[in-house]
């Protein structure tokens, strides 16, 4: 499990009766649970580490869950909704540090920034001479998966670089003029960077398959600040090695923390460790809507932000 947030850590210590579950060696977390569980009623969980179905059952008092970020794919909905367990998370107010993320990564990928800051530091600036010509963001065609909050932060943020925007949902988002592709691969098709930013769901799990990469195209740049189980990881390293794919700018991985080394040999893959929301300024808004709703919880208001 990820450590806490200090300061959530030291709210939630000051207000209530904290058990630090990210600490507990897996072996002991049973009898930990069969001691303590009967005054457990709500859980606060992370990308990372939600509530799943052990832990629901292992916990007769559950009354909420709290997750420390927007997605809520770490928490078994279904299991909560039957036990009556409110759920809550933290949207909003990490939709402009993500999005940031998503144009950062897009433009890093293209100009392949990263690239170039490690052969400066490698003094081959001196040695080889100018490093070489990389391509253009302002103007592109930028294709989103997912136009809710995070998706439509990109659009606006991209449309200010001159992109052209279009978009796949479910469904057509009424008010807006972006151009909507029903179909995924051909959105792939006629965009020039795909960026994933929809929730992850069952539908959605490797929404980017090898088809949609394929139709991405050799120029194309796959920007992933959603979930690593978006993408199939396996089709999009083949990808990049065989030269199918431009580039790929990705805060995310399929089995995080652990990223395939192989990513770390390629100069069109710029990677990050899971930091979309990861500023002190937001940081400290996730926790504080962390601790609102479970004040909210207690003192029997409607919750901030709820899900269930
Ligand atoms: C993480 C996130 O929650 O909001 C999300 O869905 O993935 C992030 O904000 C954060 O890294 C803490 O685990």
Request: hydrophobic fraction near 45%.
């Amino acid at each position: 499990m990820l450590p806490m947030n200090p300061y959530l850590e030291s709210e939630l210590d000051r207000r209530c009766k904290l058990f630090r579950l990210w600490e507990l060696p897996k072996a002991s977390r049973k009898d930990f649970l069969d001691a303590n569980s009967p005054s457990i009623r709500a859980l606060v969980g992370n990308s990372a580490a939600g509530a799943d179905a052990d832990i629901i059952d292992a916990l007769p008092q559950l009354e909420i869950v709290v997750s420390y970020s927007v997605g809520f794919d770490k928490v078994d909905l279904a299991k909560c909704r039957s036990r009556g367990i409110r759920v809550a998370n933290t949207p909003d107010v990490l939709t402009d540090d993500v999005a940031d993320l998503a144009i950062a990564l897009s433009i890093a990928t293209l100009r392949k920034i990263c690239s170039a800051d490690r052969y400066l530091r490698s003094a081959a600036w001196k040695t080889k001479g100018q490093y070489m010509i990389t391509s253009k963001f302002s103007g592109k065609t930028v294709g989103i998966i997912g136009l809710g909050r995070i998706g439509s932060a990109i659009a606006k943020r991209a449309e200010a670089f001159g992109c052209f925007i279009c978009y796949h949902s479910r469904t057509q988002k009424p008010n807006t003029n972006y151009k909507y592709y029903p179909d995924i691969i051909s959105l792939a098709m006629d965009c020039d960077v795909l960026v994933v930013a929809c929730p992850l769901i069952a539908e959605t799990r490797h929404i980017v398959d090898r088809k949609v990469i394929d139709a991405l195209g050799s120029n194309g740049v796959l920007i992933n600040i959603g979930r690593g189980s978006h993408v199939d990881e396996a089709e999009l390293i083949s990808a990049l090695l065989e030269g199918r794919l431009g580039g790929a700018g990705l805060d995310v991985f399929e089995y995080e923390p652990h990223v395939p080394r192989i990513l770390f040999s390629l100069d069109n893959v710029v990677l990050t460790p899971h930091v979309g929301s990861a500023t002190v300024e937001t940081r400290q808004a996730m926790a504080d809507l962390v601790l609102g709703n479970l004040e909210a919880h207690v003192m029997n208001k409607p919750l901030l932000t709820p899900v269930l």
